[in-house]
């Protein structure tokens, strides 16, 4: 089982910028799916992006889309999710990921192994 550790979040006001990281220790970083999940309080766990194991292919949910960007870097076992444009609507915990199984970006969170701690992000209106 892989190992995941969330940094990056913090206060911003509506409109900046963040940039969220979670390194992975453990097995081969590479056999890995990874996703970005977010809840707020009161909220079901959401979906927010996912990359497959090469990094090749993504996928975003609708209402992160052309304001989030998810990558990884294989050779550091991190995987970002670089947040533009923020909103309001953003404020939450955000939670990192990894599947093994299948490989592929999925958008269901009941497919992924292994989960981390979470890094709450705040956004002012």
């Known amino acids: 089982q892989v190992q995941l550790v969330e940094s990056g979040g913090g206060f911003v006001q509506a409109g900046g910028s963040l940039r969220l990281s979670c390194a992975a220790s453990g097995r081969t970083f590479s056999t890995y799916a990874m996703g970005w999940f977010r809840q707020a309080p009161g909220k079901e766990r959401e979906f927010v992006a996912a990359?497959?194991?090469?990094?090749?292919?993504?996928s975003y949910a609708d209402s992160v889309k052309g304001r989030f960007t998810i990558s990884r870097d294989n050779a550091k076992n991190t995987v970002y999710l670089q947040m533009n444009s923020l909103k309001f609507e953003d404020t939450a915990v955000y939670y990192c990921?990894?599947?093994?199984?299948?490989?592929?970006?999925?958008?269901?969170?009941?497919?992924?192994?292994?989960w981390g701690q979470g890094t709450q992000v705040t956004v002012s209106s």
């Open positions: 990359i497959s194991r090469s990094g090749g292919s993504t």
């Open positions: 990921a990894a599947e093994y199984h299948w490989g592929i970006p999925t958008r269901n969170k009941m497919q992924y192994d292994s």
